[in-house]
């Protein structure tokens, strides 16, 4: 079946950069969005950013914006997560998410509720 995996996480000083990567493999005919989630110890997941497949827009969370960047190939059904001045409060487990079919309602890219399938999650932790 579907298997979505992700890969980069590590340890990095604040400041510093690290990339993500995330691969989707088997049977998945459709792709609707791609995105980003994490969730620290002791707090609920949170959305970070999302690639949106249809005239290839993207979105990102308030707190990253400006600092993290998507991207990804649809066709290959991959993203990847740039991320730059990385600051402790970054530190979490980073988890990949795909939604196959688009959903109607504002924020729905937000929503992890609103995904199909997901990677076990990479960590990220940031020193200061």
């Known amino acids: 079946q579907v298997q979505v995996v992700e890969s980069g996480g590590g340890l990095v000083q604040a400041g510093g950069s690290l990339r993500l990567s995330c691969t989707v493999s088997?049977?998945?005919?459709?792709?609707?969005?791609m995105a980003w989630f994490r969730q620290a110890p002791g707090k609920e997941r949170e959305f970070v950013a999302a690639?949106?497949?249809?005239?290839?827009?993207?979105v990102y969370s308030d707190s990253v914006k400006g600092r993290f960047a998507i991207s990804g190939d649809k066709a290959r059904n991959t993203v990847a997560l740039e991320m730059h001045s990385l600051k402790p409060d970054d530190t979490a487990v980073y988890s990949c998410?795909?939604?196959?079919?688009?959903?109607?309602?504002?924020?729905?890219?937000?929503?992890?509720?609103?995904?199909?399938?997901w990677g076990q999650g990479t960590q990220v932790t940031v020193s200061s």
């Open positions: 998410a795909l939604m196959l079919h688009g959903r109607i309602g504002s924020h729905w890219y937000d929503q992890p509720s609103n995904y199909d399938y």
């Open positions: 088997g049977a998945t005919f459709t792709n609707y969005a």
């Open positions: 690639q949106k497949w249809i005239r290839g827009e993207t």
